[in-house]
Protein backbone atom coordinates (compact mmCIF):
# COMPACT_ATOMS: atom_id res chain seq x y z
CA UNK A 1 0.00 0.00 0.00
CA UNK A 2 1.35 3.34 -0.78
CA UNK A 3 2.13 5.43 1.90
CA UNK A 4 0.91 9.09 2.30
CA UNK A 5 2.75 11.31 -0.48
CA UNK A 6 3.03 14.73 -0.43
CA UNK A 7 3.95 17.51 -3.11
CA UNK A 8 6.10 19.03 -3.83
CA UNK A 9 8.94 18.28 -1.33
CA UNK A 10 10.57 21.42 -1.13
CA UNK A 11 9.48 25.10 -2.33
CA UNK A 12 11.24 28.44 -1.98
CA UNK A 13 8.97 31.85 -1.51
CA UNK A 14 9.32 35.29 -1.22
CA UNK A 15 7.77 37.24 1.55
CA UNK A 16 4.25 38.17 0.40
CA UNK A 17 3.48 35.50 -1.77
CA UNK A 18 1.28 32.24 -1.41
CA UNK A 19 1.81 28.55 -1.49
CA UNK A 20 -0.14 25.68 -1.62
CA UNK A 21 0.64 22.34 -0.62
CA UNK A 22 -0.88 19.05 -1.52
CA UNK A 23 -1.16 15.94 0.69
CA UNK A 24 -2.66 12.29 -0.81
CA UNK A 25 -3.85 9.90 2.00
CA UNK A 26 -3.35 6.14 2.11
CA UNK A 27 -5.96 4.78 -0.27
CA UNK A 28 -9.14 4.66 2.36
CA UNK A 29 -8.21 6.87 4.49
CA UNK A 30 -10.70 9.54 4.60
CA UNK A 31 -9.25 11.99 7.55
CA UNK A 32 -6.04 14.24 6.80
CA UNK A 33 -4.44 16.31 9.37
CA UNK A 34 -1.48 19.26 9.13
CA UNK A 35 1.08 20.10 11.38
CA UNK A 36 3.40 22.60 10.90
CA UNK A 37 7.46 22.26 12.44
CA UNK A 38 9.85 25.06 13.07
CA UNK A 39 12.96 24.77 15.24
CA UNK A 40 11.62 27.24 17.64
CA UNK A 41 7.55 25.86 18.70
CA UNK A 42 8.07 22.33 17.49
CA UNK A 43 5.60 20.21 15.72
CA UNK A 44 1.86 22.35 16.01
CA UNK A 45 -1.23 20.70 15.19
CA UNK A 46 -2.73 23.30 12.24
CA UNK A 47 -5.88 21.43 11.11
CA UNK A 48 -7.71 18.42 10.23
CA UNK A 49 -10.54 17.24 7.19
CA UNK A 50 -12.54 14.42 7.65
CA UNK A 51 -14.92 13.54 4.32
CA UNK A 52 -14.49 17.27 2.86
CA UNK A 53 -15.07 18.79 6.19
CA UNK A 54 -12.59 20.78 8.70
CA UNK A 55 -13.01 19.26 12.09
CA UNK A 56 -10.75 20.94 14.19
CA UNK A 57 -8.61 23.64 13.87
CA UNK A 58 -5.28 25.25 15.53
CA UNK A 59 -4.34 28.44 16.48
CA UNK A 60 -3.03 29.84 13.65
CA UNK A 61 -3.89 33.20 11.74
CA UNK A 62 -6.57 32.95 9.15
CA UNK A 63 -3.88 33.08 6.51
CA UNK A 64 -3.49 29.69 6.83
CA UNK A 65 -6.42 27.40 5.35
CA UNK A 66 -6.77 23.96 3.75
CA UNK A 67 -10.01 21.86 1.87
CA UNK A 68 -10.43 18.22 1.21
CA UNK A 69 -11.24 16.72 -2.06
CA UNK A 70 -14.10 13.96 -2.66
CA UNK A 71 -10.51 11.69 -2.73
CA UNK A 72 -9.92 12.92 0.25
CA UNK A 73 -6.52 14.56 -0.96
CA UNK A 74 -5.92 17.84 0.74
CA UNK A 75 -4.43 20.98 0.47
CA UNK A 76 -3.30 24.09 2.29
CA UNK A 77 -2.54 27.44 1.10
CA UNK A 78 -0.83 30.24 2.93
CA UNK A 79 -1.38 33.41 1.75
CA UNK A 80 0.84 36.39 2.84
CA UNK A 81 3.96 34.50 3.53
CA UNK A 82 6.20 35.90 6.03
CA UNK A 83 9.44 34.80 7.13
CA UNK A 84 8.21 32.90 10.17
CA UNK A 85 6.18 30.43 7.84
CA UNK A 86 9.44 29.02 6.49
CA UNK A 87 8.52 25.08 8.29
CA UNK A 88 8.72 21.43 7.48
CA UNK A 89 4.78 20.94 6.46
CA UNK A 90 3.53 17.58 7.58
CA UNK A 91 0.31 15.97 6.08
CA UNK A 92 -1.01 12.76 8.02
CA UNK A 93 -3.81 10.62 7.26
CA UNK A 94 -5.63 7.81 9.12
CA UNK A 95 -8.66 5.58 9.29
CA UNK A 96 -11.00 7.31 11.34
CA UNK A 97 -14.15 5.54 11.70
CA UNK A 98 -17.15 4.99 14.66
CA UNK A 99 -15.97 2.37 15.75
CA UNK A 100 -11.71 3.61 15.42
CA UNK A 101 -12.23 6.94 17.02
CA UNK A 102 -8.07 7.35 17.69
CA UNK A 103 -6.31 5.82 15.32
CA UNK A 104 -2.65 5.81 14.30
CA UNK A 105 -1.66 8.62 12.13
CA UNK A 106 0.34 7.76 9.13
CA UNK A 107 2.68 11.04 8.30
CA UNK A 108 4.11 11.69 4.64
CA UNK A 109 7.66 13.21 4.64
CA UNK A 110 6.83 16.78 4.79
CA UNK A 111 7.25 19.93 2.16
CA UNK A 112 10.08 22.15 3.15
CA UNK A 113 9.38 25.66 2.75
CA UNK A 114 11.71 28.21 2.69
CA UNK A 115 10.71 31.86 2.49
CA UNK A 116 12.99 34.61 1.38
CA UNK B 1 -5.14 16.79 26.46
CA UNK B 2 -3.09 16.28 29.61
CA UNK B 3 0.71 17.47 29.83
CA UNK B 4 3.70 15.19 29.64
CA UNK B 5 6.98 15.63 30.89
CA UNK B 6 9.82 13.73 29.01
CA UNK B 7 13.91 13.91 29.70
CA UNK B 8 15.45 15.83 26.72
CA UNK B 9 17.84 13.31 26.08
CA UNK B 10 19.12 10.14 26.48
CA UNK B 11 21.99 7.40 25.47
CA UNK B 12 21.84 3.69 24.36
CA UNK B 13 24.22 1.30 23.71
CA UNK B 14 23.82 -0.54 20.23
CA UNK B 15 21.83 -4.18 21.43
CA UNK B 16 20.92 -2.88 24.73
CA UNK B 17 17.38 -1.95 25.74
CA UNK B 18 16.22 1.44 25.75
CA UNK B 19 14.00 2.53 28.05
CA UNK B 20 12.17 5.84 27.58
CA UNK B 21 10.45 7.47 30.67
CA UNK B 22 7.02 9.65 30.10
CA UNK B 23 5.40 11.73 32.98
CA UNK B 24 1.64 12.28 32.90
CA UNK B 25 0.29 13.37 36.28
CA UNK B 26 -2.28 14.69 34.95
CA UNK B 27 -4.03 11.89 32.92
CA UNK B 28 -7.38 11.70 33.42
CA UNK B 29 -9.56 8.49 33.22
CA UNK B 30 -10.04 8.39 29.43
CA UNK B 31 -6.83 9.65 28.18
CA UNK B 32 -4.53 7.28 26.03
CA UNK B 33 -1.09 7.42 26.11
CA UNK B 34 0.83 7.01 22.34
CA UNK B 35 4.41 7.37 21.49
CA UNK B 36 5.71 8.50 17.99
CA UNK B 37 9.50 8.63 17.08
CA UNK B 38 10.68 11.22 14.24
CA UNK B 39 14.01 9.86 12.54
CA UNK B 40 16.10 13.28 10.66
CA UNK B 41 14.32 14.91 8.21
CA UNK B 42 11.17 12.26 7.64
CA UNK B 43 7.60 12.71 9.57
CA UNK B 44 6.74 11.02 13.00
CA UNK B 45 5.66 7.59 12.87
CA UNK B 46 3.69 5.79 15.18
CA UNK B 47 5.13 3.17 17.67
CA UNK B 48 2.52 2.26 20.19
CA UNK B 49 -0.26 3.18 22.51
CA UNK B 50 -2.24 1.93 25.68
CA UNK B 51 -4.91 2.84 27.89
CA UNK B 52 -3.47 1.23 31.10
CA UNK B 53 -2.47 -2.21 30.83
CA UNK B 54 1.16 -3.21 29.38
CA UNK B 55 1.52 -2.91 25.42
CA UNK B 56 3.61 -5.00 22.97
CA UNK B 57 3.77 -4.68 19.08
CA UNK B 58 6.68 -5.79 16.82
CA UNK B 59 8.44 -2.20 17.77
CA UNK B 60 8.50 -1.64 21.40
CA UNK B 61 6.41 -2.59 24.41
CA UNK B 62 4.61 0.41 26.46
CA UNK B 63 4.27 -0.02 30.27
CA UNK B 64 2.10 1.91 31.96
CA UNK B 65 1.97 2.72 36.08
CA UNK B 66 -1.13 1.39 37.96
CA UNK B 67 -1.58 5.02 39.01
CA UNK B 68 -1.47 5.76 35.09
CA UNK B 69 0.78 8.85 36.29
CA UNK B 70 3.67 7.93 34.34
CA UNK B 71 5.00 5.19 31.81
CA UNK B 72 7.87 3.95 29.65
CA UNK B 73 8.60 2.71 26.24
CA UNK B 74 10.86 0.29 25.80
CA UNK B 75 13.28 -0.54 22.21
CA UNK B 76 14.13 -4.35 23.69
CA UNK B 77 16.97 -4.52 21.32
CA UNK B 78 17.84 -1.29 20.05
CA UNK B 79 19.91 -0.46 17.04
CA UNK B 80 21.39 2.70 15.21
CA UNK B 81 18.48 2.91 13.02
CA UNK B 82 16.57 3.74 16.61
CA UNK B 83 18.22 6.89 16.60
CA UNK B 84 15.26 9.49 16.56
CA UNK B 85 13.40 12.02 18.66
CA UNK B 86 10.35 10.07 20.77
CA UNK B 87 7.32 11.74 21.60
CA UNK B 88 5.00 10.90 24.20
CA UNK B 89 1.44 12.02 23.66
CA UNK B 90 -1.80 11.81 26.13
CA UNK B 91 -5.24 12.02 23.91
CA UNK B 92 -8.47 12.25 24.94
CA UNK B 93 -11.03 10.35 24.12
CA UNK B 94 -12.25 12.84 21.69
CA UNK B 95 -13.24 11.65 18.23
CA UNK B 96 -10.41 13.02 15.75
CA UNK B 97 -6.71 13.35 15.28
CA UNK B 98 -5.74 16.26 16.83
CA UNK B 99 -1.87 15.32 18.38
CA UNK B 100 -0.55 17.71 20.83
CA UNK B 101 3.79 17.33 20.71
CA UNK B 102 5.92 18.41 22.97
CA UNK B 103 9.93 18.60 22.89
CA UNK B 104 10.38 14.60 23.12
CA UNK B 105 13.40 12.94 24.22
CA UNK B 106 16.51 12.33 21.43
CA UNK B 107 17.40 8.74 22.19
CA UNK B 108 21.32 8.59 20.64
CA UNK B 109 21.81 4.67 20.17
CA UNK B 110 25.73 3.98 20.16
CA UNK B 111 27.86 1.15 18.95
Known amino acids: KAGVTQTPRYLIKTRGQQVTLSCSPISGHRSVSWYQQTPGQGLQFLFE???????NKGNFPGRFSGRQFSNSRSEMNVSTLELGDSALYLC???????????????FGPGTRLTVL | DAKTTQPPSMDCAEGRAANLPCNHSTISGNEYVYWYRQIHSQGPQYIIH???NNETNEMASLIITEDRKSSTLILPHATLRDTAVYYC????????????FGAGTILRVKS
Open chain 2, 89 to 100: IVRGGEYGNKLV
Open chain 1, 92 to 106: ASSLLTNYNRQPEQF
Open chain 2, 50 to 52: GLK
Open chain 1, 49 to 55: YFSETQR
